[in-house]
C-alpha cells in the first residue's frame, strides 16, 4: 500500500479549489500529518504550489498521483482547532482553502518555495530570529579564580536557563558567558527572541475597585465564565460606565482559574490605550496582534502565544486566530464595529469566529458596546446571550450636553467654513479653561471634489468612477479607492477646458481653518494620511493625554474608546453625508458613531458638551443620538428592520461581480441570478428573495466594472449548498472569466 495525502492548493480560485491526491515520497513518510504544510508540483509544468493537506490515505497502485515535493517541520502545522477553523471560514465564507489558511497563520509563520540544489523545497517567508540560550552544565572551577561577573553568571542560571538579551541586562557580556561555555561550566543553544514591544509600561500597583453595578455584572459574568460551558454575554454599558474595569477583574477571574484571555478591539488606534491597561494590570502575560506590527514583530508574538509564554492576547479582528490554548475567556469591546468585518478573502466577522471559538473552548464570549449592534441586542432580549447593563457613568458622572447647529442658518448667515459660530465660541472657551476639545470629521484630505464651473463636471478617477480628493501639503489630487494620483493639481477641466473650482472640506481644510480661527490652539490631526508611520497612533495618542495639544480632529478612529480626563467639549462634523448614505445600516452607523463620540467629553471630574453640525437638525437618529437613548433607538430600528425584511430577521447575501466590460459584468450578475432560481427552485420550502442585478455604489474601482445581487435569505446549511450548486453552474458556462463573483454575508449592500 502506498501512503497518500490529500492537498488543498494556494492560487486556486473557487471553481478548482478541490482537494488533489499526491503520494508520500520515502524519504517524507512519518513527516507529514493532518494540517501539514507541503510544497507540491501543479498543473502540466509541475510548477511548485503551496499547499495544506487535508486528509491522509492509502492506495494500492501508483496511478497518475505525483509526488509531494516537501513538507514543513512537524511544529509548523496547523492545530486540531485552526483546521476546524480553516473549515469553518471554507464553509460559511466560500473563500478557498489556502486563503482560509492564510487567515488563520501570520505571514512569517507561513512558507515559499525555493529552487534548491535538491529541486524545489520549501522555505521560511522570515528567517528565524533566534538568540543564545546558556543553561548551567556544571559547576564553576576554584583555579583560576573566577571573577565576580562569572560567579554572577553561574548565579543568575541556578533557576534555569536565560537568553543572552536577559543576562546582558545583568551586565553579562557575550564574551564571559562564551568563556564559561568553553570550561564546561555553561551550555549554549538556540531560542527564538521574544520581543516585549511594551516594555516601557510599569505595573501599576492599583487595585480594581467596582462600583455596586460593576460587581453586580462582574459575579453574574464570572459565574457563566466558571461554569466552564460555552456562553455569550452582552454588556450593554453607557459611555464612562466603567466597561474596561470589568474587563480587567474578568481577566483577573480567568488567569486565576488557570484559563486564557483574548480581548478584541475594532481600530488599531484603540489599541494602545487597552495595551496600557492590560499590561498595567498584568505585565509580560500580554501579547498583541495587529496590523501596525512588522511581519518579524507579529510571528515573535504569535510564536510566544503559541509556545504557551502569553495568557492574554489583545488585538484587532485578525488576532480572533491568535492560537491561545485553554481559552476562558473572549471579550470584543465596541461590538458593533465594521472593523470586525474583514472585506477581503476570507469574508469572516471575527464575531462569528469568537463564538465558534468560545464553543470549542467552553469558553465565555462578551460582546460589549454603549451602541450595540441590532443584531446583538436582539439576540439577548431573545435570551440568546445574557444581557447585562451599565446605565450610569463611572463615579456618576453626568453624560454630556448636546446641541444640534443647523448648518443651513449658519450659510444664510454668512458663515461658509466648516466651524459653525456657535463650535467656534464653544471651542474658544474650553481653550480658556485649558481644557480639550476632540473635532470628528470622517473625510480626510483638503478639499473633496474638483468641479468645472462651465460644464459641472467633477475631476474623476480614470480608473474609478468617483471624483479625486485634493490633499494639499502633497498638491496633488488623489484617489481614495485605488490609490492614483495627479500632480500637479489641475485648473482646467479635462473635458472641456473650462475652470475647475475646488469646494467641500476634509481634514486637512479643517485643520488650516482652526488655525485661521486659533492661531495659538496647538492641533492634532489624526486620519489615515498622518498615522501612516509606524506608532503613530500610539505616539500621537499619548502626547495628547499629556496636554501636548489643545483640539485632536480626525476621523472614525478618533471616535471611539478614547479615555482623556481634560476632553470636555466634543464637536461633530460632515455627519450629513453619512446619515443620508445607502445601506440598510446606515442610521445605526450614524446612532453609533455620534453616541460614542459625544461620549469621549466630560469623563472626568468636569461635565462636557457635545456640538452636532447637521443640515438636518430634527432627524430623529441625531436626536436620540444627543440624548444618548439606545433603547428608544432600537425600538424605532427594530422596527424598520422587521418591515422591510432586513437582519436579524434574515440574513443578506452580496454576490458581487466584477469584470473588465460593463456589459459583460452585468449579464454576468443576471445570469448567476437566474441560475440561483433554477436551482431553488428544487428546494421550494427554502425562504429567499433575489433583488437585482443593481450597479454597485462605486460601479468602476480599478478599471473594474461591479454589480451586485442581493440576496435576502436564511443563512443555513441547505442555504450554502444551494449558493455551491449554483457556483458550479456558473462555472460551468465559462462566466468566472467574464466577471469574477465574490459573496460577502456581512456587508451591508456595497
Not at 501539514?36 to 504550489?49: A, T
Not at 479653561?433 to 467633477?458: E, F, H, P, S, W
Not at 445581487?709 to 443563512?715: A, G, Q, S, V, Y
Request: charged share 20%; with cysteine; proline share 5%.
Amino acid at each position: 500500500m502506498l501512503d497518500t495525502v490529500q492537498v488543498a492548493v494556494s492560487g486556486a480560485t473557487f471553481h478548482f479549489d478541490k482537494l488533489y491526491t499526491y503520494l508520500l515520497p520515502p524519504r517524507l513518510c512519518g513527516a507529514v500529518f493532518l494540517g501539514s504544510m507541503v510544497l507540491v508540483p501543479f498543473g502540466r509544468g509541475n510548477k511548485p504550489r503551496m499547499g495544506v493537506v487535508l486528509a491522509l490515505g492509502q492506495q494500492e497502485e501508483p496511478g497518475r498521483c505525483k509526488e509531494l515535493f516537501d513538507a514543513a517541520p512537524e511544529e509548523a502545522r496547523l492545530t486540531g482547532e485552526l483546521m476546524e477553523l480553516v473549515r469553518f471560514l471554507k464553509e460559511y465564507t466560500f473563500c478557498t482553502w489556502y486563503e482560509a489558511v492564510k487567515a488563520v497563520i501570520p505571514y512569517g509563520a507561513q512558507y515559499r518555495p525555493a529552487a534548491t540544489e535538491q529541486g524545489p523545497r520549501l522555505q521560511k517567508q522570515l528567517v528565524r530570529h533566534t538568540e543564545p540560550l546558556y543553561r548551567l552544565a556544571g559547576e564553576l572551577p576554584a583555579k583560576p579564580k573566577p571573577t565576580d561577573r562569572q560567579k554572577a553568571a553561574v548565579e543568575a542560571l541556578k533557576n534555569g536557563p536565560l537568553p543572552q538579551s536577559q543576562l546582558a541586562e545583568l551586565g553579562l557580556s557575550r564574551a564571559v558567558l562564551d568563556n564559561l561555555c568553553a570550561k564546561g561550566v555553561l551550555e549554549k543553544s538556540k531560542t527564538d527572541k521574544v520581543i516585549d514591544l511594551y516594555a516601557h509600561i510599569a505595573p501599576s500597583g492599583e487595585t480594581l475597585e467596582l462600583t455596586g453595578a460593576q460587581q453586580t455584572v462582574f459575579e453574574g459574568l464570572a459565574a457563566q465564565m466558571d461554569a466552564g460551558k460555552a456562553a455569550a454575554a452582552l454588556l450593554y454599558g453607557v459611555t464612562a460606565s466603567g466597561k474596561t474595569l470589568v474587563f480587567l477583574k474578568l481577566i483577573e477571574r480567568a488567569l486565576q482559574k488557570g484559563k486564557t484571555a483574548l480581548v478584541l478591539v475594532p481600530e488599531i488606534s484603540l489599541t494602545p490605550q487597552m495595551i496600557r491597561r492590560l499590561k498595567e494590570c498584568f505585565g509580560n502575560r500580554v501579547a498583541v496582534q495587529h496590523s501596525a506590527l512588522n511581519h518579524t514583530e507579529r510571528l515573535l508574538q504569535w510564536r510566544m502565544i503559541q509556545q504557551g509564554g502569553a495568557d492574554i492576547v489583545v488585538g484587532t479582528r485578525s488576532a480572533v486566530f491568535a492560537p491561545l490554548q485553554n481559552l476562558g475567556l473572549v471579550i470584543l469591546d465596541e461590538e458593533q464595529e465594521h472593523t470586525y468585518r474583514s472585506e477581503s478573502a476570507p469574508r469572516f466577522d471575527a464575531r462569528d469566529v469568537a463564538k465558534r471559538r468560545a464553543a470549542s473552548h467552553g469558553a465565555l464570549v462578551l460582546f460589549a458596546s454603549a451602541t450595540p449592534s441590532v443584531e446583538s441586542y436582539q439576540a439577548a432580549l431573545e435570551g440568546r446571550y445574557t444581557l447585562y447593563k451599565l446605565t450610569q457613568r463611572y463615579a456618576s458622572q453626568p453624560l454630556p450636553s448636546v446641541e444640534l447647529v443647523d448648518m443651513r442658518g449658519e450659510l444664510a448667515a454668512g458663515n461658509p467654513g466648516s466651524i459653525s459660530a456657535v463650535l467656534a465660541q464653544h471651542i474658544r472657551e474650553t481653550l480658556a479653561g485649558g481644557r480639550q476639545t476632540i473635532l470628528l470629521l470622517n473625510r480626510r484630505g483638503y478639499r473633496t471634489v474638483g468641479m468645472c464651473t462651465d460644464c459641472g463636471k467633477a475631476v474623476k478617477c480614470g480608473s474609478c468612477s468617483v471624483p479625486m480628493v485634493y490633499h494639499k501639503p502633497e498638491h496633488k489630487l488623489m484617489c481614495h479607492y485605488c490609490g492614483k494620483t495627479i500632480s500637479p493639481v489641475p485648473t482646467g477641466c479635462p473635458e472641456c477646458g473650462g475652470k475647475l473650482r475646488y469646494t467641500g472640506f476634509g481634514t486637512q481644510r479643517v485643520e488650516e481653518e482652526l488655525a485661521e480661527l486659533f492661531p495659538d490652539a496647538r492641533v492634532l490631526r489624526m486620519d489615515q494620511d498622518s498615522t501612516g508611520q509606524k506608532n503613530a497612533h500610539e505616539r500621537m495618542l499619548a502626547r495628547f493625554a499629556a496636554g501636548e495639544y489643545d483640539i485632536m480632529l480626525g476621523t472614525q478612529m478618533v471616535a471611539k474608546g478614547l479615555d482623556f480626563e481634560r476632553v470636555t467639549l466634543v464637536g461633530v462634523l460632515g455627519i450629513d453625508s453619512l446619515l443620508f448614505s445607502q445601506g440598510f445600516r446606515a442610521f445605526e452607523n450614524v446612532f453609533s458613531l455620534v453616541t460614542q463620540v459625544v461620549g469621549r467629553s466630560g469623563r472626568a471630574s468636569e461635565p462636557g458638551h457635545a456640538v452636532i453640525q447637521t443640515v438636518d437638525p430634527a432627524s430623529p437618529v441625531l436626536n436620540l443620538a444627543a440624548r444618548q437613548d439606545y433603547e428608544a433607538f432600537f425600538a424605532q430600528e427594530i422596527a424598520f428592520r422587521k418591515l422591510c425584511l432586513y437582519p436579524p430577521f434574515c440574513a443578506v447575501c452580496i454576490a458581487a461581480f466584477s469584470g473588465e466590460k460593463d456589459g459583460e459584468a452585468l449579464a454576468a450578475a443576471a445570469r448567476f441570478g437566474a441560475l440561483l432560481g433554477v436551482e431553488a427552485q428544487k428546494t421550494p420550502e427554502l425562504p429567499l428573495r433575489i433583488l437585482g442585478p443593481a450597479p454597485m455604489n462605486v460601479v468602476l474601482v480599478k478599471d473594474r466594472y461591479r454589480y451586485k445581487l442581493t440576496i435576502k435569505c436564511r443563512n443555513d446549511r441547505a442555504f450554502r449548498a444551494l449558493v455551491a450548486r449554483t457556483l458550479e453552474a456558473y462555472a460551468a458556462e465559462g462566466l468566472p472569466a467574464k466577471a469574477s463573483v465574490t459573496l460577502d454575508f456581512n456587508s451591508d449592500g456595497d
